[in-house]
């Protein structure tokens, strides 16, 4: 009797840290996307973007959570009065900062490939 006793105190025991071994349960999981897509939502208003364009960038995240960001962002933005930022960087190409693009040492990798035919040349031309 004592034997299955221990099993039994020792086996609680070690299901009680499931959490440390790394077994994401539903809920964990449910959380987290909610969570993430709740920031999404809200960076893509502090961006000063609409909420269609928040959901053509970000597809993976849940539609439902990004609005509610998106929503709370708004809210908090009106109730303290802030500006929306202009978002620096396109979702097409990114621009070099202008100190950078005239240093040779920063001149980016030469792509191959299917890269080098998408590829957007932003560099100034030399005359």
Same mark, same amino acid.
């Given at each position: 009797?004592?034997?299955?006793?221990?099993?039994?105190?020792?086996?609680?025991?070690?299901?009680?840290?499931?959490?440390?071994?790394?077994?994401?349960?539903?809920?964990?999981?449910?959380?987290?996307?909610?969570?993430?897509?709740?920031?999404? @939502?809200? +960076?893509?208003?502090? =961006?000063?973007? *609409?909420?269609?364009?928040?959901? !053509?960038?970000?597809?993976?995240?849940? $539609? #439902?959570?990004?609005?509610?960001?998106?929503?709370?962002?708004?809210?908090?933005?009106?109730?303290?009065?802030?500006?929306?930022?202009?978002?620096?960087?396109?979702? @097409?190409? +990114?621009?070099?900062? =202008?100190?950078? *693009?005239?240093?040779?040492?920063? !001149?980016?990798?030469?792509?191959?490939? $299917? #890269?080098?035919?998408?590829?957007?040349?932003?560099?100034?031309?030399?005359?």
């Amino acid at each position: 009797m004592r034997p299955v006793l221990a099993l039994l105190i020792s086996a609680a025991g070690l299901l009680a840290g499931c959490d440390m071994l790394g077994i994401e349960n539903p809920e964990k999981i449910a959380a987290a996307r909610e969570a993430e897509g709740k920031a999404v @939502g809200g +960076a893509c208003r502090h =961006a000063g973007r *609409a909420i269609e364009d928040c959901y !053509a960038l970000n597809r993976r995240a849940d $539609k #439902a959570a990004m609005f509610a960001g998106w929503r709370e962002m708004n809210d908090y933005m009106r109730e303290n009065k802030i500006d929306a930022l202009a978002p620096q960087l396109t979702a @097409g190409a +990114a621009k070099p900062p =202008a100190d950078a *693009a005239s240093s040779p040492a920063a !001149a980016p990798a030469k792509p191959t490939g $299917k #890269a080098r035919e998408a590829r957007i040349d932003v560099r100034p031309a030399e005359s």
